[in-house]
């Protein structure tokens, strides 16, 4: 019997970076185990809408190289604004030829980079790494840092900018370079790291020699334009572990720093158990479990400050249940936020089996997070 081996599939992943002043595309070929990256720079006619100018570059680079969505397994949007302004915009640009193949998955440059540098090998993120991003005369940075070196360890990503002209440093400056490494030196010492990336136009010329001397000394040091779209397109790989089990503290813009769970008994002791993890924009944040109601009708909702470590609890009472056993009464709930610190828990009632149908019932509980 002779058998013909067709070719294995490949998956494949886009991450696509909306820039201000240039689209990125990265691809993450599963098979080979590599990045691919592609760039357009965007004209400044075109810079005002530049998400769809962006999304315009990528379609042409699509059509000339023959490629659909359909060929990729996920794509994840990242941007600088991801206000609900901009998500819903994006959300209107992208035709039904992509919506009835992929969800529209929006994330932020702070957790974009996150995520790259978490998908990496352990040396890259086991000890501090900072990403200097710098345009328009403004540094952001971001800092991934260890904070419990134990056996269990855990980590904190931070997300700040601060002003250059405050710092006496101005782009058209001839003494840029010998102010900008000063202040560099005044930075590391308070925020020491053995990686550095460096991205954003501000990097861009041969300004920085005195900089990068200083930055090499016993670093690492990378510069690209494609980080935050390498970190979207790793998305697909799977999520973050230390990020599931709640070890990594993500302080920026829109990123959820509470979970929301549930006691349940185990072995006759009380266990948290979170329905929603940490690490992630409000908006990409839900999480669903399925409970069963023994005599009584409340349950006890249990909300954790990861930040500060502290736990508060509000109980919600389900009313007009039909009369049932009890453990015949199993209650969906799904937690959904409407803000970083807001959101609400559906509760639906499914009954158990056939005996004890379900009324499809929900109970709407709004919470509000203390920050």
């Known amino acids: 019997m002779e058998y013909v081996m067709g070719e294995l599939e490949t998956r494949k992943f886009a991450g696509i970076d909306l820039g201000k002043y240039a689209v990125q595309l990265s691809v993450y070929d599963e098979a080979a185990a590599e990045t691919t990256e592609e760039s357009f720079p965007l004209p400044e006619k075109e810079q005002e809408d530049y998400i769809a100018s962006g999304l315009f570059y990528i379609r042409r680079y699509m ?9 990729y397994h996920g794509v994840y949007f990242t941007m600088e604004d991801t206000s609900r302004q901009c998500r819903k915009h994006l959300e209107e640009l992208l035709d039904e030829d992509f919506k009835k193949r992929h969800s529209v998955n929006v994330i932020t440059h702070f957790r974009s980079f996150v995520e790259y540098v978490f998908h990496q090998e352990r040396a890259v993120w086991d000890r501090n790494t900072l990403l200097l991003d710098y345009s328009e005369n403004v540094l952001r940075y971001i800092l991934v840092e260890q904070i419990r070196p134990s056996r269990q360890k855990a980590y904190r990503a931070v997300l700040k900018e601060m002003n250059l002209e405050e710092q006496g440093i101005h782009e058209d400056d001839e003494n840029r370079d ?28 041969n300004w920085m020699k005195k900089t990068l001397t200083y930055l090499c000394a016993g670093r690492r040091v990378f510069m690209g334009q494609n980080l935050y779209a390498n970190g979207a397109c790793l998305l697909g790989l799977g ?27 185990e072995s006759g002791k009380a266990k948290y158990v979170p329905i ?39 109980a919600c009472e389900i009313r007009d249940l039909p009369a049932r056993p009890p453990k015949t009464t199993r209650i969906r709930i799904e937690v959904q936020f409407t803000a970083q610190t807001e959101g609400v828990i559906l509760l639906k009632d499914m009954g158990f089996g056939s005996m004890f149908p379900g009324t499809g019932k ?10």
């Open 63 to 71: 059509e000339a190289n023959h490629i659909n969505w359909e060929m």
């Open 178 to 205: 010998y102010h900008f490494s000063r202040l560099m030196k005044q930075f590391l010492v308070k925020n020491p790291a053995h990686i550095i990336f460096l991205t954003g136009r501000g990097f861009e010329g």
């Open 239 to 265: 999520p973050v572990q230390l990020m599931e089990d709640g070890m990594l503290l993500m302080q920026g813009p829109d990123m959820v720093y509470h979970t929301i769970g549930i006691l349940t008994q």
């Open 276 to 314: 929603t993890s940490i690490g992630r924009e409000w908006y990409n944040t839900v999480g669903t479990v399925d409970i069963i109601l023994d005599k009584s009708q409340k349950v006890e909702f249990f909300y954790h400050n990861t930040k500060e470590n502290e736990m508060e609890s509000a």
């Open 362 to 371: 929900v109970t709407v509980f709004p919470f509000k997070l203390i920050s």
